[in-house]
T-cell receptor, first 111, second 113 residues
Framework: SQTIHQWPATLVQPVGSPLSLECTVE??????LYWYRQAAGRGLQLLFY??????ISSEVPQNLSASRPQDRQFILSSKKLLLSDSGFYLC??????????FGNGTRLTVT | ELKVEQNPLFLSMQEGKNYTIYCNYS?????LYWYRQDPGKSLESLFV?????AVKQEGRLMASLDTKARLSTLHITAAVHDLSATYFC?????????????FGKGTKLSVKP
């Protein structure tokens, strides 16, 4: 069966520091992968999606970037965090005709 | 631009009562999803609706899709406290298997004894 791992679960970082969040999927090959962000008390915003290694599409211009160095690995990064980057970050993978499967999320607090 | 609107955004119910959450979307799509989110947790898939007239039921929850009206409903029957959560509907933004989902803002449901 397929599983998705996301870490860390929580992170507190100062403004201006770098960020790296990692997501890996097991049990499937060539999945579509997604990064979403959920600000406090709000809905989900799609940040990036990837249909294959090295293929990244950005939905919202921002302080973040994404990379997919391996088929089942998706990384969200920032060189310098802003206060507005705080939120709940969710990685997800897509199955054919099935819903998105979400990781457990990373709660990021930028101080 | 695809927009997904849910209402109500907040819902306080008594146990045993029935209620419906509505999800309207602004452009053609025949794929709609319902998710549940408990506080501080990730999203859990509830229903996948893939065609006009689709109806799915799981326990006290039933979801339906009317693609002509661009409307999906999530009906709650005889609510219990365990249903307290935030419910999101989401529509495939590009109408294809490699599309991305556009989420509504969520309906925060609180079921009180």
């Amino acid at each position: 069966s397929q599983t998705i791992h996301q870490w860390p679960a929580t992170l507190v970082q100062p403004v201006g520091s770098p960020l790296s969040l990692e997501c890996t999927v097991e049990g499937t090959s060539n999945p579509n992968l997604y990064w979403y962000r959920q600000a406090a008390g709000r809905g989900l915003q799609l940040l990036f999606y990837s249909v294959g290694i090295g293929q990244i599409s950005s939905e919202v211009p921002q302080n973040l970037s994404a990379s997919r160095p391996q088929d089942r690995q998706f990384i969200l990064s920032s060189k310098k965090l802003l206060l507005s980057d705080s939120g709940f970050y969710l990685c997800a993978w897509e199955g054919r005709n099935s819903p998105l499967h979400f990781g457990n999320g990373t709660r990021l607090t930028v101080t | 631009e695809l927009k997904v609107e849910q209402n109500p955004l907040f819902l306080s119910m008594q146990e045993g009562k029935n209620y419906t959450i509505y999800c309207n979307y602004s452009t053609t799509s025949d794929r709609l999803y319902w998710y549940r989110q408990d506080p501080g947790k990730s999203l859990e898939s509830l229903f996948v609706l893939l065609s006009n007239g689709a109806v799915k039921q799981e326990g006290r929850l039933m979801a339906s899709l009317d693609t002509k009206a661009r409307l999906s409903t999530l009906h709650i029957t005889a609510a219990v406290h365990d249903l307290s959560a935030t419910y999101f509907c989401a529509v495939d933004g590009y109408g294809g298997s490699q599309g991305n989902l556009i989420f509504g803002k969520g309906t925060k449901l609180s079921v009180k004894p």
